[in-house]
């Protein structure tokens, strides 16, 4: 049973950083794509980042230059470092890990994946 808990969210001044952790159990983070997705307030759920099995990371045009995900296999966590952050960043911030395994197509689609974390909030304010 794959569960996955995110920590580190709070709240931040703008221009300030934060580093969000995903812990994973069950499968590990070598074998499958991982994301992090984000929600505000009365809106869907959005990609931000992922890391393929592979390693290679992909961003939103909206985070790019800001953030970067990484890994740590051994420690089967994913993280996301989030600099210069703005209140636009504001939202409920989620973890997830796609549903197959050793693939590499689909790693923004937010159906791609399986298994979610319960979400750590983040709030930058003005």
């Known amino acids: 049973q794959v569960q996955l808990v995110e920590s580190g969210g709070g709240l931040v001044q703008a221009g300030g950083s934060l580093r969000l952790s995903c812990a994973a159990s069950?499968?590990?983070?070598?074998?499958?794509?991982m994301g992090w997705f984000r929600q505000a307030p009365g809106k869907e759920r959005d990609f931000v980042a992922a890391?393929?099995?592979?390693?290679?990371?992909l961003y939103a045009d909206s985070v790019k230059g800001r953030v970067t995900i990484s890994r740590d296999t051994v420690k089967n966590t994913v993280f996301l470092q989030m600099n210069s952050l703005k209140p636009e960043d504001t939202a409920v911030y989620y973890c997830?890990?796609?549903?197959?395994?050793?693939?590499?197509?689909?790693?923004?689609?937010?159906?791609?994946?399986?298994?979610w974390g319960q979400g750590t909030r983040v709030t930058v304010s003005s």
């Open positions: 997830a890990m796609q549903r197959g395994r050793y693939q590499s197509y689909g790693l923004l689609n937010l159906g791609e994946y399986e298994y």
């Open positions: 069950g499968r590990s983070i070598g074998t499958s794509a």
């Open positions: 890391i393929s099995w592979t390693g290679n990371s």
